[in-house]
Each structure stands twice: as structure tokens, then as C-alpha cells.
């Protein structure tokens, strides 16, 4: 193979425009492609005047063959074109081979930037000064090798602008310069002014103290700023433990515990308003009790009744007055009246509104989520060369310590395999007589897992049918919690059931497997739920009419709560602990069981659902999710980490957050409002219990308020109008709905054109590397004839003698 010899190539910079105009940019296509025009009719001229000897190419590595291979570019031994001399001079002088390695033209172009600089009357803005390492064509020499002489003038030069320059000016110069840290510290040394010699005169001086002061005010306020994101990053929950997840099971693993960690803010999102404008108050201006209070047995921890009834925990507990001090119920249940200068807080219409802007926040959050979600795992600009990537770009060189050294390096194995067993998996082929076996197979599978499916809810519906018929004291609560353990013990054996029909699919993408396996249980556990709430605001209410129904269906879904946290603990121990001790005792296998990551995340969105549709007759409902939640990741952690084992089948978990987050939007999200709704509107509250006892909906509440305001006076009247035409007139809603629409539709069309634009300038680049090719091979072309006509006039010159001997020979 050839190899690249030393040169000098010396190309005449092109003299400055008269008119002052800017420094032409490296990215501007017509300025690129002039100089690489004028680059080679300058090396084309150079190369004429001074009659370049070409250097002698190893034999049999640049030998010309026949006739036609003056229209074709030689090949080495490894397939790889060989050019030239000249033609490899041309390559090295191009701008993309001289980035870094010419210091002069560092120099020098740094030395351009400053003089204009220091030409500007006011004091630039950091975004004006260019980043940009990448010389000019137009305003330094493109040798390799500059001159010694020439460089330190360029450098001299370079000195004397830097100390016109103020100190923050200076700093920000050198650091922008592509040099090692020592020239840098050289030149900062060189321009800093001599000490005792005043630069400006006094009024001068002291306008250089206040910006020397200024300036290191900004600086101090930016490492205060960096060190307490610093700190932030470092408060963020189970930071490290996620990134051990990550590390060693990959992230198809790692995407339960971030869905589980989103939950967690959901939740503490919900709650915090609760808390401060219903609990808090109602907690601060206690009712007076109706009757004796129950002493604590501990029996409610599970039963969610007794002691809990008399408290904050449920709907019945709260007022419907406006809070002022201890108000008793009345014994006919109509509304408290307050005495004159109470407190104007209507626990009625702070309930309401309360609960209302809290599941507003809680759809806005979500749907930002999702969006973000869907934008970070559908890139419209993602590239194709992610193995690459992975390899190359994946190290993080700050990492110093030895565990976090082990810790990246199992993530980029991790992430390795993932990437390999996906692009194996797109790589297998499948008959015809293939395709309709599997067909066949899922057909059968899809009708088993529906069967079950139906047969589980028919068993829930004829269970609750039981209960109604056969009404429970109140000394006999624990019978109540027949109906959550029915219901856990189905959607804990369907899923089981389903894995097996699975192994009968043998899918080959493992991620096609998950989605399946959460859509089965999904399918199960909601219309499990759809059941449940027929029940509840169908046949409870009108079995319970002299009694709190909102409290009983609080009481329920706390239950329900309860024994799913349960249920999911002995899942862990007799699903990973006992299996794992079993199948390596008396199996004597060595492998783990498999985190079930589709089981796990159903059983997140289960309970968060739960939560939605309780939060209306249980306001701490959110509460005791999240400590649910905190003592599941710990669990689940450590499960995860002593008893199983990574995926065999490695797979990457990209657009897994999106589908959770999607999940849990759609079916579950928009059920429970929809649930919570109907309450609101349609179902009559108890006469007994609440805050909305006199009334015929809890939505009349805000009907009632708006009466009071029209009698308040002129001042407040416009909060009546507000209420009339923005909340009871449906056009407001209809013109948000086409509003959001419009919206969805411009942002598709953006994304659209967005994807449109980059295969343009992908296909664009494509076309400038041929157009590159193309030329270099003109050129070589160029130079090989003129070699050969170099050649033949050398035997030419050489031939004459000897034939004139030969002739005066043979006389």
C-alpha cells in the first residue's frame, strides 16, 4: 500500500476584501465550493510553474496498467485508492485535514478575531464570538508546516491584540482556541499587562475596577448556580440504584423502576393540593362527632372501617358549611349556619374545585409527559448508525472512581447486546407455511386468554351480587374483605395462566412479547374494574340510602388497595424467593427466574387506577399510594437483585416509557375521570354524610355559589357571567377540543416536514461527497497524464543517441 509522504504545501492567501465585508463562513455552500475551486487551480498552476518531481511509488503499488487506466483510479493491495502526490497534497491541504493540527493557522485566525474585536466600540455579547475551530480558506495559510519565523510574528501579533482586550474578553478568547492547556496558560502569561504600568488613564482605570468587580460577580453567581445543580442531581431518589438496574439487566428492567418513580410524582403532585386546601382546613376546624367515636384495634389497617370512619381518611368526615368553628351536624341534616363574620371558606365548593383543579393538573402533567415521552423515543433526526455511537461515544471520561468505572462498563455491554440481538432479530426470514402455523397458534392462544378473561369477570359480578344480597354488620368488617381477596387472586392466577399460553406464541421480538402480555392483563384488570364500579354507583347506592355510600366505596377501593400490596409481596416471595431456592435445591438448575417486567408495570397501573377513582371519597387515598409505592421499589430492588437474573434475550427498552406512560393515560386516566365524572353529574349524594348532604348532585354545589355571588353585589358579578359561559355553556369546551386539535395536526405537519427537510440534507451530503469524489478522481486523472506525457518525451530524448550509434555501427 502507498504510503503518505512528508510535504510542504504552500497556498497563497487570498488578499482581503476591499470592502471590509465579514469573514466568510465554513458552512456557506457557495463560499466552500469557490475556494476549493480557486485551491485547485492555485495547486494546479503552482504544480506547472515549479515542475514538481513526483516521488517514486513502491513497485507494484502505483504501476499504470492498459491503456484504459487513465480514466480510472489505481487500487492498493487493500482496495483502497491510490492517488498521486500531488493529488494527496490537494487532499491534505483541505480544510477537514488541516482542523488542529495547524497551529499557525490557529494563531492567525484567533489574531483576525481579535483585531476585530478590539476594533468594536462596545463590548461584544458571547454569542457574537464563534466557537468554531475550523479555519478559513480566505485568511491564513493552509501549510502543515508553517515556518518558524512566521509563526511567532502570527504569534507576537496574536499577544499584542490580546492585551487591547479587557481580562473577561481575554479569558473567553483563549478559552475558545483549540490549543492544549499549556500554550494557553503561555499566552495568558504573554498578554497579561506588566505590573505597575497603567493602561488607561485614571477615570479609565476605575471603570476596569467596576468590570473587573462586575465580572467576578457573574462568575460567582455561575459556580454557585452549577454547584447547586450539582447538588440537585445529587438529591435526585435512587439516582445511583437506577443506574445499577441499568447496568446490569438493561433497560428493558430499568424502565419499571422510572415508571414507578414517575408514579411517585403523579402522586405527590395530587396530594399536595389536597392537602393544603381540604384536608389541612378540615383538619384545623374539626366537625363535632354525631355519635361515639370507635377506639383503634388495628383491624383498620386492612379494613380501611372502625377508627379510620371518624377521621379525615374518608368523604363523610367533612363539613358542609363554611369553616368558621365546631359546627354539629343537625339532626334533621340540613346545612350549618354560620355565625356573622365567619370565615368566607365554603368546604362544599373547596371540595369540588379542589379535586377538579388537582385532576386537571394531574391531565396537563400527563399529557406533557407522554408528549416529551414520545419525542425523546420517536426522534424525527435519530440516526441509523447507533452501534457505532454506543461503541465509540458512550464513555464518560469523568469517571474516576473504580465501581462507577465497572458500573458504565457493564451499561455499554448491556446496551451492546441489546443492540445486537435486535438487529438479529430483524435478520430471520419466515416461510409461508411458517406464517400460518403461527396465525393458528395465536388465534388459539388470543380465544384461551379471552375465555379466562370472560370467566374471571363473571366469577367478580356473581361474588358482588353475593355481597348485596347478603348485607355485613359493622361488627363483622373482615367479611368485607372477601370481595378484594376474590378479585386479587384472579388478576394474580390469570397472569400466570397467560404466561404459559404465551410460551405456546415463541415470539421471537421480546418486546412484541411484553406488549401482548400487558395487553391481556390489561384487558383482564379493567373490565374487572368496569364490574366494580356497575356496582358501586349502580347497585350500592341504591342498597345504601340511609347510609354514607361514599364511605363505602372509599372503604373499597382502600381495601382493594391494601390486598394488591399484599398479594404483589407474596407474588415476590413465592414467585422469585422460593422459586429460586427451589429450582436450585432440587432442580439443581443455576439459572434465575426472569423479572416479569409486562405482570409488574399492570400491577403499577392497577393500583394508580385505584387510586384515581378513590381520591373523590378517600382524599388520603394518594397518601398511602406513595408509601406503597416507596416500600415496592425497595422490595422489588432487592428481589431484583438477589433472586433473578438479566433477559436471555437482550432487548432494547426504547419506546417502552412511552407505551406506560400511554397505558396509563388512556385506559386508566381517562376511566377514572370518566368514573369520577358521572358521580359528579348523574348520582345523588347521601343525605346523611359529606359535604354536598343537601344537595341533588354534588355539581350543584357551584350553582349554588354562583346564587350567592349575584346577591353579593356588582363587585363580584363577573364571576357569575364566568361560570355561566365558560363552564356550564359547552362551546368553551368545543372550541378548546378543535383548539387542541388544530394543535395536534400543526405539530404532525411540523414533524412531518422536520423529517422531510433531513432525508433532503442527508441526500444532499451524500451528493457532496460524490461531487468531492468526482473531482479528486478528475485530478488524479490529470496528473497521470501528465506523468505519462512526462515519460514518453524522457524516451524520446534517450532515443535518438542510440539509434545514431546504432546507424554509424553498422557502417
Not at 445 to 455: A, D, I, N
Not at 549 to 574: A, C, H, K, P, S
Amino acid at each position: 500500500m502507498s504510503q503518505s509522504p512528508a510535504f510542504v504545501l504552500n497556498v497563497l492567501e487570498t488578499p482581503e476584501d476591499p470592502e471590509g465585508s465579514q469573514e466568510p463562513s465554513p458552512y456557506d455552500e457557495s463560499e466552500v465550493h469557490d475556494s476549493f475551486h480557486q485551491l485547485i487551480q492555485e495547486q494546479s498552476r503552482w504544480v506547472a510553474e515549479e515542475a514538481l518531481e513526483l516521488q517514486q511509488r513502491q513497485p507494484g503499488t502505483g504501476a499504470l496498467g492498459a491503456s484504459g487506466s487513465g480514466h480510472e483510479t489505481l487500487l492498493g493491495p487493500e482496495g483502497a485508492p491510490v492517488y498521486s502526490m500531488a493529488t494527496l497534497r490537494i487532499l491534505a491541504s483541505m480544510p477537514s485535514r488541516t482542523i488542529g493540527r495547524s497551529r499557525g493557522a490557529i494563531i492567525s485566525q484567533y489574531y483576525s478575531r481579535t483585531v476585530k474585536l478590539r476594533r468594536r466600540a462596545g463590548r461584544p455579547q458571547l454569542r457574537d464570538i464563534g466557537r468554531s475551530a475550523r479555519p478559513s480558506l480566505r485568511l491564513y495559510d493552509l501549510e502543515l508546516d508553517s515556518a518558524v519565523l512566521e509563526e511567532e510574528e502570527k504569534r507576537g501579533l496574536l499577544v499584542k491584540e490580546l492585551q487591547g482586550l479587557t481580562m473577561a474578553q481575554r479569558d473567553h478568547m483563549l478559552r475558545g482556541m483549540p490549543l492544549s492547556l499549556a500554550e494557553k496558560r503561555c499566552l495568558r502569561e504573554e498578554s497579561r499587562p506588566p505590573r505597575g504600568k497603567l493602561r488607561a488613564p485614571r477615570r479609565h482605570g476605575l471603570l476596569s475596577c467596576c468590570d473587573q468587580l462586575r465580572d467576578s460577580c457573574i462568575l460567582a453567581l455561575h459556580n454557585l448556580g452549577l454547584a447547586l445543580l450539582s447538588g440537585l442531581q445529587a438529591l435526585t431518589p435512587w439516582r445511583y440504584a437506577l443506574k445499577r438496574i441499568g447496568g446490569r439487566f438493561g433497560s428493558s428492567v430499568l424502565s419499571y423502576f422510572l415508571f414507578l418513580k414517575t408514579l411517585l410524582a403523579f402522586n405527590a403532585l395530587l396530594l399536595l393540593p389536597l392537602l393544603a386546601f381540604i384536608v389541612g382546613v378540615q383538619a384545623a376546624f374539626p366537625p363535632a362527632p354525631a355519635g361515639p367515636v370507635p377506639t383503634f384495634t388495628g383491624l383498620e389497617l386492612l379494613t380501611g372501617g372502625g377508627r379510620f370512619t371518624h377521621s379525615v381518611m374518608y368523604y363523610g368526615y367533612y363539613s358542609n358549611a363554611t369553616l368558621n368553628q365546631l359546627c354539629a351536624t343537625p339532626p334533621n341534616g340540613s346545612q350549618c349556619t354560620p355565625e356573622a363574620g365567619s370565615l368566607p371558606y365554603n368546604m362544599p365548593l373547596a371540595y369540588l374545585f379542589t379535586l377538579g383543579a388537582a385532576f386537571f393538573i394531574t391531565c396537563i402533567t400527563l399529557v406533557y409527559s407522554m408528549s416529551r415521552s414520545f419525542g425523546e423515543s420517536y426522534r424525527v433526526g435519530s440516526t441509523s448508525g447507533v452501534h457505532a455511537i454506543t461503541v465509540f461515544c458512550s464513555w464518560d471520561y469523568k469517571v474516576t472512581q473504580r465501581w462507577a468505572t465497572r458500573l458504565q462498563h457493564d451499561n455499554i455491554r448491556t446496551q451492546l447486546k441489546e443492540l445486537l440481538a435486535e438487529w438479529q432479530s430483524r435478520q430471520r426470514p419466515r416461510s409461508t407455511c411458517g406464517w400460518l402455523r403461527r396465525v393458528a397458534v395465536l388465534g388459539l392462544v388470543w380465544l384461551l386468554c379471552l375465555g379466562t378473561t370472560l370467566g374471571c369477570t363473571l366469577a367478580v359480578y356473581n361474588f358482588s351480587e353475593l355481597m348485596i344480597e347478603s348485607p355485613v354488620s359493622a361488627e363483622r368488617e373482615v367479611v368485607l374483605l372477601l370481595q378484594p381477596l376474590v378479585v386479587c387472586l384472579l388478576n394474580l392466577g390469570a397472569p400466570y395462566l397467560f404466561r404459559i399460553l404465551a410460551a405456546l406464541e415463541r415470539h421471537d421480538s421480546p418486546v412484541l412479547e411484553v406488549y401482548v402480555a400487558i395487553c391481556r392483563n390489561l384487558i383482564l384488570k379493567m373490565v374487572t374494574l368496569g364490574i366494580l364500579c356497575y356496582h358501586w354507583l349502580g347497585r350500592r347506592v341504591g342498597t345504601l340510602k340511609d347510609q354514607c355510600w361514599e364511605n363505602f366505596v372509599g372503604q373499597e377501593l382502600y381495601r382493594l388497595m391494601v390486598m394488591d400490596f399484599i398479594f404483589t409481596l407474596l407474588d415476590t416471595l413465592l414467585g422469585e424467593l422460593v422459586w429460586r431456592l427451589f429450582s436450585e435445591k432440587r432442580l439443581k438448575r443455576k439459572g434465575k427466574p426472569e423479572f416479569d417486567i409486562a405482570g409488574n408495570v399492570l400491577e403499577l397501573i392497577y393500583g394508580q387506577t385505584l387510586t384515581w377513582l378513590g381520591v373523590l371519597f378517600s382524599p388520603l387515598l394518594p397518601a398511602m399510594q406513595i408509601i406503597k409505592l416507596l416500600l415496592l421499589f425497595y422490595i422489588k430492588k432487592a428481589s431484583l437483585m438477589a433472586n433473578c437474573q438479566a433477559p436471555r434475550r437482550p432487548w432494547k427498552a426504547s419506546h417502552m416509557s412511552t407505551v406506560f406512560i400511554s397505558l396509563l393515560c388512556f385506559p386508566s386516566f381517562l376511566g377514572a375521570a370518566v368514573f369520577l365524572c358521572y358521580a359528579v353529574w348523574q348520582v345523588k349524594p347521601s343525605s346523611t354524610c359529606g359535604p354536598f348532604r343537601t344537595l341533588d348532585t354534588m355539581y350543584e354545589a357551584g350553582k349554588v355559589w354562583v346564587r350567592r355571588l349575584e346577591k353579593a353585589g356588582p363587585r363580584v358579578s363577573w364571576l357569575p357571567w364566568v361560570h355561566r359561559y365558560l363552564v356550564e355553556d359547552t362551546f368553551p369546551l368545543y372550541l378548546v377540543s378543535a383548539l387542541l386539535l388544530a394543535v395536534i395536526y400543526l405539530n404532525i405537519q411540523v414533524v412531518k416536514g422536520q423529517r422531510k427537510v433531513i432525508c433532503l440534507l442527508k441526500e444532499q451530503i451524500s451528493n457532496e461527497g460524490e461531487d468531492k469524489i468526482f473531482l479528486i478522481n478528475k485530478l488524479q486523472r490529470v496528473y497521470e497524464r501528465k506523468e505519462r506525457s512526462r515519460a514518453g518525451r524522457t524516451e524520446e530524448a534517450m532515443t535518438p543517441p542510440a539509434l545514431f550509434t546504432d546507424d554509424w555501427d553498422a557502417q
